[in-house]
Every structure is written in C-alpha cells, then in structure tokens.
C-alpha cells in the first residue's frame, strides 16, 4: 500500500507501557560523544619541543583543540612499527613505574606521562593491549601516551607527529575530561531528562522509559546512574568511565534510531505481530516506496508507527549493547590505523567539513559526498552518530567496533557498514 509522509504535527504521543504519555522527540539530536577533532595544517606549529616530554620529564604545557598537528610522511611512520608479539597477557600494575614499564617493554612506547594517575595508566595499557591481542600483534601502537589538558570535554585525541621521531604518534588524554567526568555524566542525566529518556519516580530514583529499558543492560545502567546521583565519591575515575560509556551506548542506540529509520523500520516489521497490528490501523507500509523518501519523512513514519504499536499494547524496546570502558582507546587507535593505511593526502580529504576547510580550503568531494548520501548517512548511524560525521569518524567507529567484536563481544557488523569501511580502506585484520 501506498504511505503519504507523516507531518511533524500528525506524530502522536508514546504511550510508554503502562506509564503515563511521553512524547519521543523527533527532532532528538544529543550526540553523546565529544569531538577528538585532530588538526592537520602544515602552516602551524604542532606541540613545541618545550611542551613535550622525554622519560622523566613533566609536560608544561596546555593543549587547546585548534592547535594539534598530524603532520610527517607516512613512510618513516610504517618504519617504526614495533614487532609486538601476537597476545600480551595483562596485570594491573600496582605503581605507575610498574605501568610505565610494562608501556615500555611489552608495547614498546617510548613515552609517557608520569604524573597520570595509576588507574588511568592501567586503563590505558589495558586498551592497548587488547587491541594488540585483537590483531595478534599488526597493530601501530602509539609512541607516546601524554595527560595534557584541551579546551574541549572530549577523553583523548591522537597526535602524529611523525616528522619528530623523539615522540612519534601521541595518544593524549584530556585531563580536563578526566578530572570533570562525573559533571559530564550529571549533564547526561540532564539531557536524559529533558529528552524524555529518563525520569524520576516518586522517590527521586532516575528511571528510564520502558521503550528504552532493554533487560540487565539497562537495569545495570540504572543501577549505576541512581548510584552515581546519590554518592558520587564512591565512584573510582575508571567506574566513572564505565557509566559513561554504558550513557554512550544508549544514546547511540537512540541516534540510530532517529537518523537511521530505514534499518529500523525493517527490524519493526519482524517483531511477532506487528503486522497483524499496523494492517489493523491500514498502516502496512510499503517499504519499496518508504526507500524513496528523505530521512526525515522516513523517521516520521517510523516513529508514528512505533506510536500505532505501542498504543496497540505491542511490546517494543531498543536494543543497545552494553557501553565498553575502552572505547575512545579502540577509536583513536582506529585513527592512528587508518592514517597509517592511507597517508596523509588522502586522510585529510575524509575529515570533517570544517577540517576540509582549514585545511583544504574547500570541503573535499569525499567528504562532500559521504554526508550528503541518504544511504551512506544511514550506514554510518548505524554504527554511531558520531560516525556520520566524517568519512575518518566512520572509519574509527567502525574499527572499535571490530577490535570489540574480536574480543568477542557481541558487536553487530553488518554487511553494508563493512563494505563502506572498506570502500574508506579501513584496516582489515581477521575477527
């Protein structure tokens, strides 16, 4: 049957269960992430030799987001990959020389931060370990690991500074981020709120929607986010990480949501007695035509059919995997690969808009055509909001999902991500 666009003010109530009415906005757009924006201009001086550090000497200086540097010639950087061996068994270190051994011996960084806390090192030697292990030792590992502050909220950026072989490719974390962290999670509660995600009973306890309670991965965000909201000094830095994460993955499954309605729309019409429901209210849609219309008719759809179903009493929820600690390591290091694979040239051709601009002078053709393609905009959703927003977001998205899936988590790949990640020469290592 044929189905007309539905217009912003045809989109009806969500009736959540048994709970009272809540509206899902349609115009929902909170991206959980931060940007790691790296910046590549030739012109400008990257990190001063004075702000960066040898063993043993502290980092004087601050970061700001417009002044990082990815600059040098990808050959030198291909000569100085470490011959790592295939798995490398991890121990917490118990002091920070420990973790800085371990860092120096077994991933062969030259250096690193001494003044980082111990359970951020061992965050961070975990990670890297894990992405060694996921590839059996192909990986670039970073040179350097810093702990310098930026002017932003994301957890970490990567620099590649190739043309000084003293530090090489720099992993460096935001302190700024690391030290704030639990106000970043209070605003995420906020915006949860506000969004219609989340509430709060009776009692003040934060509750989430039942459209958005998805069984124990949801119970233990709750559990988290109530014990978070009423003693956050119980929280250690890493635990903090996590509930952040576990945030992430929900509002990732919510973004897809939104700005992938296509794929959602499919897996709606599987549920068990959904077609029986829309035929009921004449809205069996055509999915042939719902293909030709524009994201944003295609999501009305979506949602004022979710709307017709749960009226309807049909149980429907959203699937989200829980969030993983190690998330923003995997991603800058999807970065790091990618460059690696590539070169310089073609890497700067995938950034964002304005990094095509301030660097290019112009928004490349490649990035001109990845965010005005419906379907490839789609794709990337999928994957995370974060993803649609450049050809090398996509890349290093995509990438920390498959060293995830190759620790064997439950990461959903699909077909058509995976054929865009290689169409971007994404690197490839067997799951």
Avoid at 179 to 202: A, Q
Wanted: glycine share 8%.
């Amino acid at each position: 049957m044929s189905i007309t666009p539905v217009s912003q003010t045809q989109i009806h109530s969500v009736n959540f269960g048994n709970q009272s009415p809540q509206s899902i906005n349609n115009n929902y757009n909170n991206k959980p992430y931060t940007s790691d924006t790296v910046e590549i201009n030739g012109k400008k001086k990257g990190l001063s030799n004075g702000q960066k550090w040898g063993i043993g000497i502290g980092i004087a200086a601050v970061l700001t987001a417009s002044a990082l540097l990815l600059r040098g010639k990808v050959g030198a950087a291909k000569d100085e990959v470490a011959k790592l061996s295939e798995h490398i068994d991890f121990t917490p270190a118990k002091t920070t020389q420990e973790a800085i051994e371990f860092a120096k011996t077994k991933l062969g960084i030259r250096n690193y931060h001494e003044n980082m806390p111990l359970d951020v090192m061992n965050w961070v030697n975990e990670g890297l370990v894990n992405i060694n292990n996921a590839t059996k030792g192909k990986s670039k590992i970073f040179d350097t690991i810093g702990y310098v502050p930026r002017n932003d909220e994301s957890l970490a950026c990567f620099v590649n500074d190739i043309s000084d072989p003293k530090f090489g490719a720099i992993f460096n974390l935001n302190k700024k981020t690391f030290e704030n962290i639990g106000h970043y999670i209070e605003k995420g509660i906020k915006d949860g709120l506000d969004n219609k995600i989340l509430y709060k009973d009776k009692d003040g306890k934060i509750c989430l929607y039942n459209f958005y309670r998805n069984g124990t991965v949801s119970d233990n965000l709750l559990k988290g986010l109530n014990k978070f909201n009423e003693n956050p000094e119980s929280f250690s830095l890493i635990d903090k990480i996590q509930l952040y994460e576990d945030f992430v993955s929900l509002g990732n499954a919510i973004g897809g949501f939104y700005e992938a309605p296509m794929s959602k729309l499919k897996q709606l019409l599987v549920n068990d007695g959904i077609h029986e429901t829309l035929l009921a209210h004449s809205k069996l849609p055509d999915l042939k035509q719902i293909e030709k219309l524009s994201t944003l008719q295609q999501r009305n759809v979506l949602v004022d059919l979710v709307n017709t179903c749960l009226f309807s009493g049909d149980k429907l929820h959203l699937e989200y995997p829980k969030g993983d600690k190690f998330r923003t390591i995997y991603h800058e290091s999807g970065h790091l690969q990618h460059y690696l694979a590539i070169g310089e040239q073609k890497f700067l051709q995938m950034g964002k808009s304005e990094e095509c601009i301030k660097n290019l002078g112009k928004v490349s053709d490649i990035t001109n055509d990845f965010i005005n393609s419906k379907e490839k905009q789609q794709i990337a959703n999928r994957v995370s909001n974060y993803a649609s927003e450049s050809p090398l977001e996509f890349v290093a998205e995509t990438y920390r999902k498959l060293i995830t899936k190759a620790l064997g988590g439950n990461e959903k790949i699909s077909d058509d991500v995976m054929n865009l990640y290689k169409e971007y020469e994404g690197s490839e290592f067997s799951t």
